[in-house]
C-alpha cells in the first residue's frame, strides 16, 4: 500500500494516499498530476529532492519550507491569492481522483472540517505559507477516514 505522501500528491493525496481506499490507477493520476507542482515549487525555493523524500519517508513535514506547501497549494488553487484555503475545489478536484461515491462523500467532509484553517491565526497573511501547512496537517489527521478495514 502507498506510504502517506507528504507534498508529492498535494492536498488530496495527503488526506488519502494511504488509504487503501484508492485503487492503484487513482493513485498513480494524482502522483502524476501533483508531480509537475511539487517539482516546480521546489525548485522555486530551492528545496533538495531528498529532503521531500526524507519528509514522504518519515511522514513528517516540521523540516518542509511551509511556503513550498503554500505554493502547491495556491498552483492548484486549494488556497486562493487571499491566502485561504476554499474547500470547493478540492471537493471539486477530489471528484476527478475518486470513483468510489462513498469515498467522494467522505473527503467532502473531511474537506469542509480542514476549512476550519481559515479561522487560524497566521502571520503571513496573503502569503498562504503557513495556513497552507495547517492545511497540510489537518488533511493528514482525517485520512484515517478513507481507510477501508
Do not use: W
Not at 23 to 40: A, N, R, S, W, Y
Not at 61 to 70: E, R
Amino acid at each position: 500500500m502507498a506510504k502517506f505522501t507528504i507534498l508529492c500528491l498535494g492536498v488530496l493525496a495527503a488526506a488519502i494516499s494511504s488509504a487503501r481506499a484508492l485503487t492503484p490507477e487513482e493513485l498513480t493520476k494524482i502522483e502524476g498530476d501533483m508531480l509537475v507542482h511539487v517539482q516546480d515549487c521546489a525548485k522555486k525555493f530551492d528545496v533538495d529532492e531528498s529532503d521531500l523524500k526524507k519528509a514522504k519517508e518519515e511522514e513528517n513535514i516540521d523540516g518542509v519550507d511551509p511556503c513550498l506547501i503554500g505554493c502547491v497549494f495556491k498552483n492548484i488553487k486549494l488556497v486562493n491569492d487571499k491566502g485561504l484555503y476554499d474547500p470547493d475545489v478540492a471537493i471539486e478536484s477530489s471528484k476527478s481522483y475518486l470513483s468510489d461515491d462513498a469515498d467522494k462523500a467522505k473527503f467532502a467532509e473531511i474537506a469542509k472540517d480542514c476549512a476550519s484553517v481559515n479561522d487560524e491565526s497566521v502571520s503571513d497573511g496573503e502569503d498562504g505559507c503557513e495556513r497552507s501547512k495547517l492545511l497540510l496537517v489537518c488533511f493528514g489527521k482525517h485520512k484515517h477516514l478513507l481507510m477501508k478495514e
